[in-house]
């Protein structure tokens, strides 16, 4: 089992910064692949980066590619996300995921650990 708990949402004006943490415990030295995802509500999940086991590969949507950074911290098993220049549509639930591979990484049934999410509200 792996523990995932985020924090660092809040609410902050369009083109402010904010800086998102996800720590795990637990199994930790068995996540593979580290996720962020984002929802709002009546809305599917919707893949916004991705970093491999190493740290040294990310990946990010289309959306947010310039303006977010992923990055990990393997001796503290902690997995972090940048966000810059950030838009009233990032306004969202953004949650971290573990998986082990990453074929399908920007699908959610990939990751076999969530966590709970942290609210980012962007105003106008």
């Known amino acids: 089992q792996v523990q995932l708990v985020e924090s660092g949402g809040g609410l902050v004006q369009a083109g402010g910064s904010l800086r998102l943490s996800c720590a795990a415990s637990?199994?930790?030295?068995?996540?593979?692949?580290m996720a962020w995802f984002r929802q709002t509500p009546g809305k599917e999940r919707e893949f916004v980066a991705a970093i491999s086991r190493s740290g040294l590969t990310p990946y990010y949507a289309d959306s947010v590619s310039g303006r977010f950074t992923i990055s990990r911290d393997n001796a503290r098993n902690t997995v972090n996300l940048q966000m810059n220049s950030l838009k009233p549509e990032d306004t969202a639930v953004y949650s971290c995921a573990a998986g082990r591979t990453l074929i399908r990484l920007r699908v959610p049934a990939t990751y076999d650990y969530w966590g709970q999410g942290t609210q980012v509200t962007v105003s106008s």
């Open positions: 637990g199994r930790a030295s068995s996540s593979g692949v």
